[in-house]
């Protein structure tokens, strides 16, 4: 890596190719920006003082092909977006000043085509605006271009009586950094533009995959997947949380993809470069370095079987699924509940494994409801979730396709970060553990969708149609009975928080009724201030609960009791 500072001059000198790699994102900067620029270079000229304008990171890049007139390529990490604009710009400023030629020679090749060769995105617009011969506004019919735009805002802005060209081309100052070939690009630019929007693992890939030369294998393999339409490129671009980031599905995608790879044995991985493959902040890397040191450089081994996974991935997978009814039987709709609902996103490398290998539509739903039974036994019993990725890699490993294997496997792990709960600590949960808002929705929601009869009067939810209410309300003090002893109201504060106590509703209770009494608070206190008897109507997890004339400690008990007993044979995985 080589960093110095540098002009316009020693970025575009007449001789060397800057390209934007083909299928980067396209040029995005907006109208304020526009402004900041012509503002920096108008304080350029008036100071006549040099101004930084930021970093530019440039990679060697390929040889000339026969007939092109660069001597040296370069490919933009970053600075796509200022060096852009200070090409519109200057476009503008040396046709407003009637120096066209001033333009050619400083950023064509040998005065010929254009120094700076932009993407699949942009290179239609850019070319047409330095193709203009005259000061004038460009047409820019839909779909707008950005980069027509900003040509356009120059010409309506730009006051050239403010400006100098060869003032602003020796002042406009940037850090050029340089790389080698065999650099890691993504890593430096996160570290010196950690402010920035990174470059995601698919643009990456894409432009790894993907070349101007092979724009065919780009349409049929990728474009026709993830950019087919305006609903594909809404589903790839959904960002959700995994533990504690935001990750694009396609990007999760990639991701769950490459474990199934790496997990097969055939290409005998070693366990330090699964150790490094596991970095989600390096994925791109990892696939380059998997394709060149296991596959002989062959990215068709990648590319054959990408579209078919992605395919299938879609089918299955669905964020939106927590917004919409479930059926009470096992199935991949109850497992987005748990991947997304519950963010459980770990399952998924090892969920698209079975659902693009195993053939049979009965024997995957088994897999998924022992899949659902194994992480909702252990999320009631507040169980450790920290080995999860080694352990679903681990079945893709072992090639796990059937649901009596699948069953042995996790019976034979007996360590506390994998091992199955017995059903007196299964009982445990429900009468003691304190869980999170989220997983307690959960167990009652998949609880409540397990034993809603077929012909239900009212309709269940989606997931994420519910909220939780405490029976017993946390400020109990408040308008319940009092408690013989100090200690026994700290029992009290305890017990309110387990299971027993806990349930979903469709409509959260106004403040005044939550807290209030219980007879008050199953009938609420008029239309515009309804109880559990109107709000939680057709539940099955309520129904007895409305018919109590009182709700104690023993009551939240009892009812813990009747949830175990559900969940004992619904996520019932004995071998």
């Known amino acids: 890596m080589d960093a110095h500072k540098a002009i316009i001059t020693n970025i575009f000198n007449n001789s060397t190719l ?38 530019i990171i440039l990679k060697e890049g390929r040889r000339p092909h026969p007939g092109e007139n660069f001597t040296d390529c ?31 020679c400083q950023f064509r090749i040998m005065g010929q085509s254009i120094a700076l060769r932009h993407g699949r995105n942009d290179i239609d617009a850019f ?9 004038a506004k460009i047409d820019n019919p839909a779909p707008v271009s950005r980069i027509i735009e900003a040509y356009n805002y120059f010409v309506d802005h730009i006051d050239e009586n403010k400006l100098s060209i060869m003032t602003v081309m020796m002042n406009a100052q940037f850090v050029r950094i340089d790389l080698n070939a065999d650099e890691d690009e993504q890593q430096i630019f996160n570290t010196i533009n950690s402010l920035g929007v990174n470059l995601t693992t698919s643009e990456l890939l894409k432009n790894y ?8 294998e780009y349409e049929a393999k990728w474009a026709s997947v993830f950019e087919k339409d305006d609903d594909a490129k809404s589903y790839w671009d959904t960002e959700i949380e995994t533990g504690r980031m935001k990750r694009a599905i396609i990007d999760i995608f990639f991701d769950s993809f490459f474990q199934i790879f790496i997990q097969n044995k055939r290409y005998n991985v070693s366990n330090d470069d699964k150790i490094m493959y596991a970095r989600v902040d390096s994925l791109a890397q990892s696939y380059q370095h998997f394709i060149d040191h296991y596959c002989g450089g062959d990215k068709s081994v990648i590319l054959s079987q990408m579209k078919d996974y992605a395919i299938c991935f879609r089918t299955i997978f669905s964020p939106d699924t927590c917004r919409v009814s479930i059926p009470g039987t096992f199935g991949i709709e109850r497992l987005n509940i748990i991947i997304f609902g519950l963010k459980t996103s770990t399952l998924i490398p090892y969920t698209l494994y079975i659902a693009k290998n195993v053939y049979s ?13 194994y992480i909702m036994r252990r999320m009631v019993v507040h169980s450790l979730t920290k080995n999860y990725n080694n352990l679903f890699t681990s079945l893709i490993r072992n090639e796990v396709l059937d649901a009596t294997s699948l069953i042995a496997k996790l019976h034979s792990g007996n360590d506390a970060t994998t091992y199955i709960p017995t059903n007196e600590e299964l009982l445990d949960g429900f009468q003691k553990s304190k869980l999170t808002n989220l997983q307690t929705r959960g167990i009652l929601y998949l609880i409540e969708s397990y034993i809603r009869p077929a012909n239900s009067a009212t309709l269940l939810l989606g997931f994420d ?11 109990w003090r408040n308008n319940w009975s009092t408690c013989a002893s100090d200690e026994i109201a ?28 219980w007879t008050t608070k199953k009938s609420g206190k008029g239309a515009n201030k309804p109880g559990l008897e109107a709000c939680a109507k057709g539940l099955v997890t309520l129904n007895a609960v409305l018919l109590e004339e009182e709700w104690t400690e023993e009551k939240i008990d009892a009812r813990a ?5 559900i969940a004992e044979t619904l996520w019932n995985i004995q071998p």
């Open 361 to 373: 539509e009965d024997e995957r739903n088994a897999m998924y409801g022992i899949l659902e039974s």
């Open 209 to 216: 995959f993907f070349s101007r030369n092979t724009i065919s």
């Open 18 to 55: 800057i390209e934007v790699p083909f299928f980067q994102r396209s040029y995005v900067w907006k109208e304020d920006l526009w402004a900041r620029m012509i503002e920096d270079m108008e304080y350029i000229v008036k100071t006549n003082k040099p101004h930084f304008f930021g970093s």
């Open 465 to 475: 149609g519910y909220s939780l209410e405490h029976l017993m309300p946390k400020k």
């Open 127 to 135: 070319e047409r605006v330095m193709a203009s011969t005259s000061v």
């Open 74 to 104: 370069r490919t933009i990490v970053d600075g796509q977006q200022r060096l852009t604009t200070f090409l519109l710009f200057m476009k503008v400023l040396c046709l407003k000043l009637g120096q066209p030629t001033t333009f050619d």
């Open 490 to 517: 700290k029992q009290r504060d305890s017990k309110l928080l387990t299971l027993g106590n806990l349930a979903i509703i469709p409509q959260a209770l106004n403040a005044s009724i939550r807290d209030s009494d």
């Open 561 to 565: 009791k009747w949830l175990h007993e």
